[in-house]
């Protein structure tokens, strides 16, 4: 089992930044793959980014390239979101995920709460 909990969000105007954190606990978290999620209300989960086991390959959705980046510190069980640039439609329930996996098509095994993020303009 592996027990995930994100920190970090909060409120931000529009041009602002925030960084979330999801801390890891519980198996070896340099086993797994992380990847963030968010969910704003009435929209379906959508993926925002993904990063390997060693940090050394990351992926975006195109709505956040540019703005967002994906890290980890295996050594402190932590990974991150830095998110600057925010807009309004960046609002929504941001949540990490553990993917024991190396197949980027295999799905999360573990996923944290959710920390809120609202960006007002």
């Known amino acids: 089992q592996v027990q995930l909990g994100e920190s970090g969000g909060g409120l931000v105007q529009a041009g602002g930044s925030l960084r979330l954190s999801c801390a890891a606990s519980?198996?070896?978290?340099?086993?797994?793959?992380m990847g963030w999620f968010r969910q704003a209300p009435g929209k379906e989960r959508e993926f925002v980014a993904r990063i390997s086991r060693s940090g050394g390959s990351t992926y975006y959705a195109d709505s956040v390239k540019g703005r967002f980046t994906i890290s980890r510190d295996n050594a402190k069980n932590t990974g991150y979101l830095q998110m600057n640039s925010l807009k309004p439609e960046d609002s929504a329930v941001y949540s990490c995920a553990a993917r024991s996996s190396p197949l980027l098509t295999a799905p999360y095994d573990y996923w944290g709460q959710g920390t809120q993020v609202t960006v007002s303009s």
């Open positions: 519980g198996r070896t978290f340099s086993n797994y793959a």
